[in-house]
């Protein structure tokens, strides 16, 4: 198993691949890191050596920001846009979809699982009224 910048990478996976598996890091930013590191895009991750490796590390840790500190800017700025009243911030406060997308039907992912508002169907209604109404059973007796 490969460690790099803390994520183990899958031994038997293309290093273009593997790559994809940093948060932050997609299919062509996986080929730029390649192409100025001057490593292979077909080596597999275990034919890498030490040095390819540290080519790849060096130039991800100069021309990107992956994983945390990503996630953190990321959070930062929703955090920064809740913080003003602005109108994405209030979007993303109520889990509301934010680039403009229709709400009244659809959104469903965003927006989570239906809170049903209404009255109880009959059943329901004489169910709860039989439980009410069914006599305590009686305390047994030792």
Do not use: D, F
């Given at each position: 198993m490969v460690r790099l910048l803390g994520l183990i990478l899958p031994d038997d996976k293309r290093v273009d691949y593997a790559l994809t598996l940093f948060y932050g890091i997609g299919w062509t930013k996986a080929k730029e890191v390649l192409n100025l590191s001057g490593v292979e895009e077909s080596k597999r991750v275990n034919a890498l050596t030490e040095d390819d490796l540290k080519k790849i590390q060096a130039v991800i840790e100069k021309n990107y920001k992956v994983e945390g500190d990503l996630?953190?800017?990321?959070?930062?700025?929703?955090?920064?846009?809740?913080?003003?009243?602005?109108?994405?911030?209030?979007?993303?406060?109520?889990?509301?979809?934010?680039?403009?997308?229709?709400?009244?039907?659809?959104?469903?992912?965003?927006?989570?699982?239906?809170?049903?508002?209404?009255?109880?169907?009959?059943?329901?209604?004489?169910?709860?009224?039989?439980?009410?109404?069914?006599?305590?059973?009686?305390p047994a007796k030792k």
């Open positions: 996630r953190e800017e990321v959070s930062g700025n929703i955090k920064r846009l809740k913080e003003i009243g602005a109108y994405v911030g209030m979007r993303h406060a109520h889990n509301l979809p934010v680039h403009g997308q229709r709400t009244r039907r659809n959104a469903r992912t965003k927006r989570g699982k239906r809170k049903t508002v209404g009255a109880l169907k009959k059943e329901v209604w004489a169910k709860l009224e039989q439980q009410k109404n069914a006599a305590p059973a009686a």
